[in-house]
């Protein structure tokens, strides 16, 4: 809920700036001016970093006995209250062997935040560089040399926006699900006999919650990246868009200022070119293979394709189902007790990924022994994150048939140089709603697609950046997921 709430606020105040939502009510009394901030960045290139606040300060890093006494500047900023409703609807009717269940759900989401007056604490940069003019930072303090091992950067907090009064932040939730499933069991001992068992649930469930955050919450921060030295020696990164971060031994790893891009208007930390071909599946080393996804059961297929389509209509829930994979895709141990703030749909989706790794520990990844099926989901969960708003409610209302066009439509484009024939359009798309439908979809990623009588072709702008990727990849994902669904 809170990290929900301050995400929303970002998102609205402050969209394309600089500013970092506190995803952690935990981390609130960390935030101060002048700590420390681990920047990580994350395994596909168009991913935005994660944030992670320490419990030190620049000061704490710093070699002599003399404290570095920050200079805070404090103004009010805005007052400011939001309401956000969710609407979700589905029905997943399968059928795998003897097997055959439906599922259909209603559910109806309310979260409002009511910050109130907000202030923001500024810190003096320019009486921080005279402060520490000619210091040296400790190399044998413990987090930099655990951060030496990573290719993690330091930053500082430069600014951070907190509440002058408590306020609530409530979340309202009204779910309802009709389970109907049928089991076959035929050639028992041998025979033709044939049990059937019916069974029919409508479950409800209603969730009110309110939490009363108390007075100076921070709830938003901005930073500025640390460029350290083996000597000892750091540098302030003042300029926008300057990459931070702890020389290596080796020149190659030692990250360059002149290697970092904007896409969307978003600085990332990665080197991500402005125009990324629809071809480009591959990552460095990285092969952006979601092919392992096709191998599940067709059970299994769609009960993630219905999952994943309820997530959609919620960023924050798309985000948390995305770091928890990537924990599993890095070797983490997930421990459920830590993520309480997993919903039963979440549970459920990720229930079934895991199921398939104990049963499929034969198909990994060479390299570090993941199940290649875990590293396709989250290969697709992270493609659909970066996707905008209005990409992923289109997605969320697709149905099974749609993508599987859509996707052969896409892949057609991309080994094309030259238009299409109309004649080459997949059945399902030469409906104009479904035609329609596909150019909602490209449109939302600044691609247009065109015809005339006889011809089809995309016009991609000069700044659509990854968002034509991600599309690709999270159409293919969806389509592997729900061939032989509808």
């Not at 935005?48 to 900023?77: A, R």
């Not at 549970?347 to 199940?371: F, V, Y």
Request: net charge negative.
């Amino acid at each position: 809920m809170f990290s929900k709430a301050t995400a929303n606020f970002v998102r609205h105040i402050d969209p394309e700036g600089s500013l970092i939502h506190v995803s952690r009510l935990n981390d609130s009394d960390k935030l101060v001016p002048m700590a420390l901030v681990v920047k990580r960045n994350r395994m596909w290139f168009w991913q935005s970093p994660k944030y992670q606040p320490t419990d030190f300060t620049l000061s704490n890093l710093l070699q002599g006995d003399k404290v570095l006494s920050p200079d805070v500047s404090k103004t009010e900023f805005v007052t400011y209250e939001g309401t956000y409703r969710d609407k979700l609807s589905g029905k997943l009717d399968t059928e795998a062997g003897s097997v055959r269940a439906t599922l259909e759900g209603h559910g109806t989401s309310k979260l409002q935040s009511c910050f109130g007056k907000l202030k923001k604490e500024e810190l003096d940069v320019k009486k921080l560089l005279q402060d520490s003019s000619g210091r040296l930072i400790d190399m044998q303090q413990p987090l930099v040399q655990q951060l030496e091992k990573r290719a993690d950067v330091l930053a500082v907090v430069k600014e951070r926006i907190l509440t002058a009064n408590s306020f609530t932040v409530t979340q309202t939730k009204k779910e309802q699900c009709i389970f109907q499933g049928m089991l076959g069991l035929v050639g028992l001992m041998g025979s033709s006999f044939k049990v059937c068992v019916k069974d029919s649930n409508n479950i409800e469930a209603d969730c009110d919650v309110s939490l009363e955050i108390p007075s100076g919450t921070v709830i938003a921060y901005s930073i500025l990246e640390l460029e350290i030295k083996k000597s000892g020696h750091f540098n302030i990164c003042l300029q926008p868009g300057l990459m931070g971060g702890i020389e290596a031994d080796s020149p190659e790893s030692w990250p360059s200022f002149d290697s970092l891009d904007e896409v969307d208007g978003r600085c990332n930390g990665h080197k991500v070119p402005k125009k990324v071909p629809l071809g480009a599946l591959q990552n460095g080393s990285q092969v952006m293979d979601l092919s392992p996804l096709a191998e599940l059961p067709q059970l299994t297929r769609g009960v993630l394709f219905k999952r994943l389509q309820e997530t959609l209509g919620d960023r924050t829930a798309l985000s948390y189902m995305e770091c928890l994979l990537e924990e599993l895709c890095s070797g983490e141990t997930l421990n459920m007790a830590k993520h309480k703030e997993l919903s039963e749909s979440q549970r459920k989706l990720l229930s079934a990924i895991l199921d398939r790794a104990g049963t499929d520990s034969h198909a990994e990844n060479t390299q570090c022994g993941i199940p290649s099926h875990l590293n396709a989901a989250h290969l697709l969960v992270s493609a659909l994150e970066e996707l905008p708003d209005p990409t992923l409610s289109l997605l969320s209302e697709s149905s099974a048939d749609f993508l599987e066009a859509f996707d052969t439509l896409m892949c057609m484009l991309k080994k094309s140089r030259e238009p299409l024939s109309i004649q080459c359009l997949p059945v399902p798309l030469q409906d104009n709603q479904a035609f329609q439908c596909a150019e909602q979809l490209l449109s939302s990623t600044n691609v247009t697609l065109k015809r005339d009588s006889d011809r089809l072709w995309m016009e991609m702008g000069d700044e659509e950046g990854v968002l034509p990727l991600v599309l690709c990849l999270s159409i293919q994902g969806l389509s592997l997921l729900c061939k032989g669904q509808q």
